[in-house]
């Protein structure tokens, strides 16, 4: 579902298989921690929006793992096995590594959903995801954005007025994917799960 | 550049204190507006809008990314049955 409620993170697997590590995160306090058990897929999944047939996707996923675990990004868009595109991550290694991801989707089922799992032994670290898709210019929808310019309203600054006005900017340049903002009052909770940083911001093409 | 016609403005006013004043006789303010010239174009800077974080207007609508709690923010453990994440502080 997209809207203000936040999608979230369910486990492949038992509860019991994923902890948030705050001993190596690699962004926050925490990262997710996977346990690998054999041949059983081990991991974290969440149900996506919408995609559209013969649309390509790109990401990354930052990873972090055991020589022993092997692992998988998926996109599923139905319920038939051939109803996804699994993409093995190579070379993962004992410090975060950044893996890109091409998708191309083969439909919009009502179970689509993005999966990173592992099998076989030890564990492994998923220190940030991202997943858009890949027309778009520089993180930012080519077809809203082109709405925008249609109006001519110059430029646009971000953030804007009192919604954000305990939002501290100097947590949201750099990486954007260990970017930590630290909002303080009660209506910028929607700031912490907010994928979009003045940083991204300034390298927009709408800026 | 984004060009705005901008007039040309021509003001004339003369004492406006004094005419609130009430000691002396009210003197007529005139303004000229000149629309057949045009000013120098607008700074780009002082010409736009706002965008912020209100619903869906930044997050779904404007940035394309399609992924939630992608770097793992919050505080819960990831559970199986829909619990609700506890934030990790107030904000």
Known sequence: ?207 | MIRKPSALLLLSVVSALGAQSGNRPAKPIAVIINASKADSPMFLYNYGQFIEHIGDLTNRSLWAEMLDERRFLLSHRLKACGAEPSARNSG
């Open chain 1, 1 to 207: 579902m997209r809207g203000t409620v936040a999608n979230r993170w369910r486990p492949i697997g038992p509860d019991k298989s994923e902890v948030m590590d705050s001993k190596e995160p690699y962004t926050g306090d925490h990262t997710p921690l996977i346990k690998l058990a054999g041949a059983e897929p081990r991991g974290i999944q969440q149900s996506g929006p919408a995609l559209c047939k013969g649309k390509s996707y790109t990401g990354r996923v930052v990873l972090a793992g055991e020589a022993g675990a092997r692992i998988t990004v998926s996109l599923i868009w139905g319920p038939r096995p051939a109803d996804r595109q699994v993409i093995p991550i190579m070379g993962l290694a004992r410090s975060y590594s950044k893996f890109p991801l091409k998708f191309t989707a083969g439909g919009n089922g009502e179970d689509r959903r993005s999966e990173i799992a592992g099998t076989w032994q030890g564990s492994f670290h998923i220190g940030a995801v991202s997943l858009m898709p890949a027309d778009n210019i520089r993180g930012f929808r080519p077809d809203t954005t082109g709405l925008l310019r249609q109006h001519r309203t110059g430029r646009y600054r971000f953030p804007g007025e009192n919604f954000i006005s305990a939002h501290e900017w100097r947590g949201t340049i750099g990486d954007s994917d260990k970017i930590v903002e630290t909002p303080l009052i009660e209506t910028s909770k929607a700031l912490r799960n907010a994928p979009l940083s003045a940083h991204e911001f300034e390298n927009s093409s709408i800026s």
